[in-house]
Every structure is written in structure tokens, then in C-alpha cells.
């Protein structure tokens, strides 16, 4: 048999929280060594389980759930996700406006394609969730990544925004709250982005999956509210806040003038359909998170368990010398910069890949999220307050031998960065 080669598509396609540092983790672990995870944000690994009202209620469904729904969703799903967003203002969002899937992993594909024409510019945060990048360029697409200022509370540099912006480019993708960094974005910037889209007729793609935890006096603001005269996707789910990932229930609700929207809308609805439809089972959990109790509040609010875990792991972290981290305004996350002039690592996969053979700790590099230089990682504040200590401590302990001290004192094996 001729061997079988990967397409050309996929040739600059990542998505490293899933690579080969996981294998290594992976292979570590299989030989029985026990690795201290703190690089997904999975919530179910760490007692972070869903309410058990909404896993019941699906459960009740199951029965009825056995075949294929509408491939937009169930109606009493959509009619949910219409009814949250109308009392948040977005009275524009309908049943029909509202497209279920398999979380929002499958819509952002499925939107992407729906769009992009090879060779379209889609302009993504750095640092992004790399999903983005990857769906973007699988779909024949151009990634351009617009910079986040760590220096200004990771809000994204508007005028490098609008410095990126060429004839080829077709969207704006915003993720708020981002991940990894945390940060929460006031209406000010969301308005300005608004106003490029206004200005170079864009898409504006809003990743909203972590609206719902927040920290502190943040406030979250939906991108259509103030983009209401732009083609607008603002995507949601129940994977983080009501901490059911497994289940994979996500959507997407498109906003704009209709007219304009018209086309775009029924090549959606074609790619709904190829794929059948959405986990139906997990659809029925739709109805009631949205409409019971919000527990992810007592999690987020000063004592709750999210609160006090992003709080010991930022103070933790920003106590390693060389060390900073701007405070999470939202989200599971945070990304610590190393000081270049103090670990002057040339290459952070490998710097990740030392520290868990040499600590047995697993954290996602920066590179992983598009970020340009390997002076930043990803740590999940998700695991108990002592395995945080614990995972601070062994990153502590890592960075304690490479501290710069005169001369550099280089990642070991750095000499196969490429």
C-alpha cells in the first residue's frame, strides 16, 4: 500500500495543549509517576462537577432523546439562548437567529467555513486560543495576529488592530474574557472594535464561552450590544460555567442586518444539516442552566473556591523572582511572564518539556497560544489550593537553578530550539 500522506491543510495547523508535551506526560504517567497537572481547563478532573439539577434534568430527557433533533437544535434550547440574550439587552436575537452544536469547538469550524474564501486575512488576538488559528487556516484561511498589551491589563493594542487591517482582511475575532490571559474588555474597546468593522466593512467573531466568570468588580459586555448594525457571532456554552465540558453543548447566535446577513445565514443552516444535528441529550441541559441557579457566582465571589484559587496562585506566582503576572479579570487562567534578562530560555516548549521531566509538573507553554516570544506560560488556578502551593513551589524550585546570575545560564538541550 502507497503510504498515506496528511493533507496540505494541515501543514500549519497546531494545537500544542493536545502535542507531544502532553504525550510526554502521558508516557510518564503510564510508567507510573505521578504528573501534577495544571494545563487544561477541564473542570470535572478537580471536583469542579456540574449541578446536579441540570444533570438530572438531561437525564429525564434521555428517553426522548434517542434521535436526531432540528439540525439548528431543540426549540425549547434555542428559545432559551434567545430569551437569555434578550434580557441582556440583545433583543434582536431570535429562535432562528440561535445554531446549537457540539460545544463551541464544532460552531467555530463550522462558521469559518461557512465564510472564509481562500486566502482571507481573519485577524486574531495574540495571545488567542489556538482553536482559532487552527479553524482559520483549515478553512483556507489567513491568521494575522493582533498584539494584547500585557503592560495594559492584556487589553488589545487597538492601534496595532488597525495597523493589521489590509483589503484581504474579512473579520475580527475577539475573545472576552480571553483565554489564557484573564483579561475582561471594557466597552470602550468593544466599541472600537465596532467602529473598524464599521469602517472596513469586517466580521466581528466574539468567543464569549467564559462570560459568566468574572472576578472582582468585572463586568462582561456582549459585542453585539454594541455592534448591533455589524454581522456579529457571539459564542457561548455550558462547558466552563456550568462545568459540564464532556457534554459538549455550545451555540452560536448571529446578529446584523438580515438582508445582509441573508446568504451567510442559509449556508449556516447547509452545515448544520451535514452534520445532522447537536448531542441531543446534552441539549436538554440548555434550558435549565440558563433559566436556574447560577452557582458559578458563589464560585467567583471573594471566598468562593475559583476566587480564592486565582488570588493564591497570582500572589504565588508574582513571588517567584523574575517572575510577574497581571491578575485575571475572568476566566480559569493565568499567564505568567519569565523575566528574558533573568531565564533567558530560547525556546518554552522545552523549557515546559524540562520542567515536567525534572518537577513532574505539566503547564502550557506560550507559544502554544500564538504569543511571539518564549517568555510566557499558561497555569490553570482549577486544582485545590494545595496542589496550586505545591505546583508553585516545583516551578519555584525549576526556575531557582536557571536564574540568571551574571552570565546566562541556558535551558538545557536549548540547542534544539528551531
Not at 510518564?28 to 473542570?43: A, H, K, P, V, W
Not at 472596513?200 to 462570560?211: A, K, M, Q, R, T
Request: aromatic fraction near 8%; proline fraction near 6%; charge should be negative.
Amino acid at each position: 500500500m502507497r503510504p498515506m500522506q496528511h493533507s496540505s491543510k494541515i501543514e500549519n495547523v497546531r494545537y500544542e495543549l493536545r502535542g507531544p508535551i502532553l504525550h510526554a506526560a502521558k508516557k510518564m504517567e503510564s510508567e507510573g509517576q505521578r504528573i501534577l497537572r495544571m494545563n487544561l481547563g477541564d473542570t470535572a478532573p478537580f471536583g469542579l462537577e456540574a449541578p446536579e439539577s441540570i444533570v438530572m434534568d438531561m437525564i429525564h430527557h434521555l428517553p426522548g432523546a434517542q434521535g436526531y433533533s432540528d439540525s439548528k437544535g431543540i426549540f425549547s434550547a434555542r428559545t432559551a439562548i434567545s430569551q437569555y440574550y434578550q434580557t441582556r439587552g440583545l433583543m434582536q436575537i431570535g429562535v432562528e437567529d440561535v445554531f446549537v452544536g457540539n460545544g463551541v469547538s464544532e460552531l467555530i469550524s463550522m462558521t469559518l467555513q461557512a465564510f472564509l474564501e481562500n486566502g482571507d486575512e481573519v485577524l486574531i488576538p495574540a495571545p488567542d486560543y489556538p482553536l482559532w488559528t487552527a479553524s482559520v487556516t483549515l478553512s483556507g484561511g489567513t491568521a494575522v495576529h493582533y498584539v494584547c498589551d500585557e503592560d495594559n491589563q492584556w487589553w488589545p493594542d487597538m492601534a496595532d488592530v488597525e495597523a493589521k487591517i489590509t483589503e484581504r482582511t474579512r473579520a475580527i475575532v475577539i475573545i472576552n474574557p480571553n483565554n489564557p490571559t484573564g483579561a475582561v474588555y471594557p466597552r470602550f474597546i468593544l466599541e472600537q472594535f465596532a467602529k473598524l468593522a464599521r469602517k472596513h466593512d469586517l466580521v466581528l467573531f466574539s468567543d464569549e464561552i467564559y462570560e459568566k466568570i468574572l472576578y472582582g468588580d468585572s463586568v462582561h459586555i456582549h459585542t453585539a450590544s454594541v455592534a448591533e448594525d455589524i454581522c456579529c457571532l457571539t459564542f457561548s456554552g455550558l462547558s466552563k460555567a456550568y462545568r459540564m465540558p464532556g457534554y459538549r453543548a455550545g451555540w452560536v447566535a448571529l446578529t446584523g442586518p438580515r438582508a445582509a446577513t441573508a446568504a451567510y445565514r442559509e449556508s449556516l443552516e447547509l452545515l448544520a444539516s451535514l452534520r445532522l444535528c447537536a448531542n441531543v441529550p446534552a441539549q436538554h441541559a440548555i434550558q435549565t442552566s440558563l433559566g436556574g441557579h447560577q452557582s458559578i457566582d458563589e464560585l467567583v465571589k471573594p471566598g468562593g473556591r475559583l476566587r480564592e484559587q486565582r488570588d493564591l496562585a497570582w500572589k504565588l506566582l508574582n513571588d517567584i523572582p523574575g517572575v510577574s503576572c497581571v491578575p485575571a479579570a475572568g476566566a480559569l487562567y493565568l499567564f505568567p511572564k519569565l523575566d528574558p534578562e533573568v531565564y533567558p530560555f530560547a525556546n518554552d516548549e522545552q523549557f515546559v518539556l524540562d520542567l515536567l521531566e525534572e518537577q513532574k509538573i505539566l503547564v502550557s507553554h506560550g507559544t502554544a497560544f500564538n504569543w511571539g516570544a518564549p517568555d510566557h506560560f499558561r497555569f490553570v488556578i482549577l486544582p485545590a489550593t494545595e496542589d496550586i502551593e505545591e505546583a508553585v513551589r516545583r516551578i519555584s524550585a525549576f526556575l531557582a537553578v536557571r536564574r540568571k546570575s551574571g552570565a546566562a545560564v541556558p535551558l538545557q538541550a536549548v540547542a534544539s530550539a528551531g
